[in-house]
């Protein structure tokens, strides 16, 4: 699942194709992909609004329209919302094609294998109370400081893994499986040690670690592994960075100690035994 550098890199990449464009029609191939108050019709709705806004809350992309609509896109697993310019000829419209928004430069299409993307379709004013009520802060804004960290680890993950909280997008938002595990190796802490056994040094290090990795990882247009493409259709390069994340069973990178691998919160984490104590 695409998190927070992925879906950041797909809106810096997308913003300056449909940024101020108008949604001059739209393809609706898998009606399902949208949800949206019974009494709107999609794509009538939609249909002849401007684009004002594309920004990022956690590891939802949020496009705002004109007239006091918005669109929140989670691509869960497999999502891509890719543009395709004019001048590179048209676009195939393939069976995981589920929506094409079309701009009088080019379309922008939304395509799913899993099929468990959406796109919720919602008054942007009701946007903070009904999507982002429970979206805990944002790990790069400068009032993101360590001991916000630790106040939201204490208040809703005291007694459980420190793996666990910060998959807990209350706790912090935009964090999945791939980051919390690079997170963790870079501070020196396992992923299973109870969120109430933390040093004051441990959470300051895990929350430096996450403003690196994070700020890396978007540097790096995010990681890619089979599905994940930014607005472009181009892959990350991240990946090629992680030191222990899908790694399990391989030598470690700093002690080439064999990685161990975990099921924790029903995810497969990966750690060194050795240099995560």
């Known amino acids: 699942m695409p998190e927070l550098p992925e879906v950041e890199t797909l809106c810096r990449s997308l913003t300056p194709h449909i940024l101020d464009k108008k949604i001059i029609d ?32 956690g590891k939802y992309l949020l496009i705002d329209l004109s007239k006091g609509l918005s669109l929140v896109i989670h691509l869960r697993m497999t999502g891509q919302l890719v543009f395709h310019a004019v001048e590179r000829g048209k676009p195939e419209v393939g069976k995981h094609t589920h929506v094409v928004f079309f701009f009088e ?3 922008l299409h939304f395509t799913d294998t899993r099929k468990f993307g959406r796109i919720q379709i919602i008054d942007t004013l009701d946007i903070p109370s009904q999507v982002m009520k429970k979206l805990g802060p944002e790990p790069l804004d400068e009032t993101f400081e360590f001991d ?47 969120v109430e056994e933390l040093k004051a040094s441990e959470v300051i290090l895990i929350h430096q670690a996450m403003r690196d990795i994070l700020a890396e990882s978007i540097a790096s247009h995010g990681t890619t592994f089979r599905d994940y493409r930014d607005g472009e259709g181009k892959t990350g390069n991240y990946q090629k ?3 222990v994340y899908g790694r399990g069973g ?11 691998s975990e099921k924790i919160s029903g995810r497969t984490s990966v750690f060194c035994s050795n240099c995560q104590a």
């Open 148 to 194: 916000v960290l630790g106040v939201r680890l204490a208040e809703h993950h005291k007694s459980t893994s420190i793996k666990s909280a910060l998959l807990d997008q209350e706790v912090v938002a935009g964090l999945g499986n791939i980051y919390t595990d690079e997170i963790l190796f870079a501070a020196g802490v396992r992923p299973t040690r109870p």
């Open 26 to 57: 739209i393809s609706v191939h898998w009606p399902e992909v949208f949800t949206a108050p019974e009494d709107m019709k999609v794509p009538d709705i939609l249909v002849g609004r401007a684009v004002e806004h594309v920004a990022r809350r």
């Open 241 to 243: 960075n992680l030191k």
């Open 250 to 260: 391989d030598p470690c990178t700093v002690c080439e100690t064999k990685l161990e």
């Open 105 to 107: 430069d080019g379309e």
